[in-house]
C-alpha cells in the first residue's frame, strides 16, 4: 500500500463546529486530492494540491478549505460543519499527472455531522 | 455533459466463476481510462490504466478492454475468489490541463459479490 494516512478515521461532530482532517504521504509525491464519496454517487473532487502551498478548488468545494505548507501533508478543513458534509472523505496522491500515473488513495475518514 | 455509467449495480456469482462488468462513457476526447477496485471500508486501489489507443490490459486474473469507437470499457474478471468481492469503479480522464489529474470522472461502481 501507498504510504498514505488519514486521521482520524471516524469523527462525529455537531453542525456549525469547525472539523479538520488531515492526509499524511511518506511518498514525496506532488499531487494531492481530497474526495468525497456519498451514496449514489461517483467519488467527487473537493480540492486539490499540485505543491507546497499550491491549491484549485474542485467540483465541491463549497463550504470547503485546504492547506498545504508541507509537501508531506494536506488539510482538509470544514469552517463550519453541515449535515450535507456527512460522508466519507478520501485522501489520494499522484506522482505525476501523465497518463499512465495512478492514483493513490488513502483509507478514507468516516464523518458525521449531527 | 461528460458522464461515466456502469452496470450492473450490483452481482452475484460462485466463487470460481467469470463475470463481466461494464462501463459506457461519453467523455470526448479522452485521455485514459481506469478501473479501481474498493474493498469495503478502504479506499480504491488501482488495477487498470489504459490509454486511448489500448484494447486492452490484464493484471493478474483481471482485463479490461476498451472499445473508443462504441465508448464501452468492460472488465472480466476469471475464476472469481472469495477476496473479488469489493465495488469495482471506472474513471475516465478528459485531455488533462491544469497541470493535475483534478478532472477524473468516477463511476458509481458495480458491486459485485463473490460467494462460495
Known amino acids: 500500500d501507498a504510504g498514505i494516512t488519514q486521521s482520524p478515521r471516524h469523527k462525529v461532530t455537531e453542525t456549525g463546529t469547525p472539523v479538520t482532517l488531515r492526509c499524511h504521504q511518506t511518498?514525496?509525491?506532488?499531487?494531492m486530492y481530497w474526495y468525497r464519496q456519498d451514496p449514489g454517487h461517483g467519488l467527487r473532487l473537493i480540492h486539490y494540491s499540485y505543491g507546497v502551498k499550491d491549491t484549485d478548488k474542485g467540483e465541491v468545494s463549497d463550504g470547503y478549505s485546504v492547506s498545504r505548507s508541507k509537501t508531506e501533508d494536506f488539510l482538509l478543513t470544514l469552517e463550519s460543519a453541515t449535515s450535507s458534509q456527512t460522508s466519507v472523505y478520501f485522501c489520494?496522491?499522484?506522482?505525476?499527472?501523465?497518463?499512465?500515473?495512478?492514483?493513490?488513495f488513502g483509507n478514507g475518514t468516516r464523518l458525521t455531522v449531527t | 455533459k461528460n458522464q461515466v455509467e456502469q452496470s450492473p449495480q450490483s452481482l452475484i456469482i460462485l466463487e470460481g466463476k467469470n463475470c463481466t462488468l461494464q462501463c459506457n462513457y461519453t467523455v470526448s476526447p479522452f485521455s485514459n481510462l481506469r478501473w479501481y477496485k474498493q474493498d469495503t471500508g478502504r479506499g480504491p486501489v488501482s488495477l487498470t490504466i489504459?490509454?486511448?489507443?489500448?484494447n486492452t490490459k490484464s493484471n493478474g486474473r483481471y482485463t479490461a478492454t476498451l472499445d473508443a469507437d462504441t465508448k464501452q470499457s468492460s472488465l472480466h474478471i476469471t475464476a472469481s475468489q472469495l477476496s473479488d468481492s469489493a465495488s469495482y469503479i471506472c474513471v475516465v480522464s478528459p485531455p488533462n490541463y491544469g497541470g493535475s489529474q483534478g478532472n477524473l470522472i468516477f463511476g458509481k461502481g458495480t458491486k459485485l459479490s463473490v460467494k462460495p
Open positions: 489520494a496522491i499522484s506522482e505525476s499527472v501523465t497518463a499512465n500515473s495512478p492514483l493513490h
Open positions: 511518498e514525496n509525491h506532488r499531487y
Open positions: 489504459m490509454t486511448f489507443s489500448e
